[in-house]
Nanobody, 120 residues
Framework: QVQLVESGGGLVQAGGSLRLSCAAS????????MGWFRQAPGKEREFIAT????????YYADSVKGQFTISRDNAKKTVYLQMNNLKPEDTAVYYC?????????????WGQGTQVTVSS
């Protein structure tokens, strides 16, 4: 079992930055691929970014490539999402995800989500 807890969301003006964190617990948390997804009001949850268990590989949705950066610190069992140049359309609940397979498909474990609101 892996438990995930997100933090770092909030209200930011357009053009600003936020860094989301996702703390994982569980003995095998460090060997899971980790990812971020988001869900805007009235829309389906969408893939944002993922990182392999050792941080050696990353993959991004086209919509955030060059704008968001995913990273992880296995010693802290934490994955991060650095979000720069935020736009109102980035407003959503952001979810952390963990799974055994690296890629854009979600794994078995989800966090509770953290709200990001970007004002124009």
């Amino acid at each position: 079992q892996v438990q995930l807890v997100e933090s770092g969301g909030g209200l930011v003006q357009a053009g600003g930055s936020l860094r989301l964190s996702c703390a994982a617990s569980g003995r095998t948390a460090s060997v899971y691929a980790m990812g971020w997804f988001r869900q805007a009001p009235g829309k389906e949850r969408e893939f944002i970014a993922t990182i392999s268990w050792n941080g050696g590989s990353t993959y991004y949705a086209d919509s955030v490539k060059g704008q968001f950066t995913i990273s992880r610190d296995n010693a802290k069992k934490t994955v991060y999402l650095q979000m720069n140049n935020l736009k109102p359309e980035d407003t959503a609940v952001y979810y952390c995800n963990a799974g055994k397979v690296f890629g854009p498909r979600p794994g078995d474990y989800w966090g509770q989500g953290t709200q990001v609101t970007v004002s124009s």
